[in-house]
Structure formats: C-alpha cells, structure tokens
C-alpha cells in the first residue's frame, strides 16, 4: 500500500484547510462578536492551540481570513455570499470562495444554480493555477465561461462580466505558459 503523500511545508493538509475554512465560514455568517479567526491569531504560538494552528502556514492564512474579514459583510443570504465571494477572491481566498457558495448551490435550480457553479468553477480554476496544476485551471476555467455566457454583466451584486473578462485573460496566460495573477480584482 501506498504510504500517503505529504503536503510541503508551503502547503496545508486538507483536513486542516477544512478546519480553518469553517473558523472563516461561521465569522462570516456571525453578525457579532469579534470571532475565532481573531481569537487563533492573537494567541501566543506556545499555549494550547491545536499543532497545525501553530505553523507560519496556517497562521498566514489566518492571516489572510482576518484581511478579507475587516472587508466582508457578514450574514449567510445568497447576496451577502456573493459579496463575500467577491472579497475572497481579491484575497486569493478561492477554497475558500467554493466552500462560501456551495451551500446555496446545493439548494439552487435552474439559472441561479449555474451562475452559482460558474463562480465557483472560476475560483477552482484560480485554485489549480495557484497550484501550478495548468491543466486542471484551464479545464475549470472554460467551464466557468461557459457557465456564466448567458448570465447578466452583474447578477446578485457580483460583477458576472468583469469575472468573464478576467477568465478570458486567465485561460489566454495559461495557454502561453504565464503565470496567473497573484490575486483576482473584481
């Protein structure tokens, strides 16, 4: 048997990605309180925080949460997920962007549920290009573009047509081998 691949020390593992993801999800949705992704941060590295909050990858992270948390409207209707979506993705959030719409995803139909995996697609493929995985970006990029062709230029107060622009910039840098863009500003 295999012995399971270990992440770099540049990378989180997935449980522990998931862990932090759901500190961001419920500051998010919290309409008070200053929140755990604060309360992590501003513990020392040596009380009794669990190990994988201690290492300077999780901790930049939180980091990151904290940034995009100051920006981001709080709630857990469509519309404020959407708008925190757009703040996740200008902090290179974009796990996390995936995991903020997939609940009203799961529970849409017809067109609102295509934009919503349109946006989601866009994110993943940002994700796979952040991970140097060309193939994976490009692939989730033109399903995002072909998921959002027919959406309106902004729907639910996310600007649709600036992400459609931005994934036909993307897939083009992909194609000649460029790096993508360090952050997405929507």
Known sequence: ???????????????????????????????????????????????????????????????????????APRGDDLA????????????????????????????????????LQGIIQAAVAWHHGAGARPGPALRASAAAAAKLSAAPAEWGGFPVARLCTLLAEYRGRLARGESPPPRVRL
């Open 1 to 71: 048997m295999a012995e399971p691949q270990r992440p770099s020390p540049d990378e989180l593992t997935l449980a522990t990605r998931n862990a932090l993801v759901q500190l961001l999800l419920a500051d998010l949705a919290s309409l008070e309180g200053d929140g755990a992704v604060r309360g992590l941060l501003r513990r020392p590295d040596g009380d009794d925080a669990a190990p994988w909050v201690r290492t300077a990858v999780a901790r930049e992270r939180l980091q990151r949460y904290a940034a995009a948390l100051d920006q």
């Open 80 to 115: 404020t997920r959407l708008a925190q979506a757009r703040v996740l993705f200008a902090h290179a959030l974009y796990f996390e962007v995936h995991e903020i719409l997939e609940p009203p995803w799961r529970t849409a139909t017809g067109e609102r549920r295509r934009y």
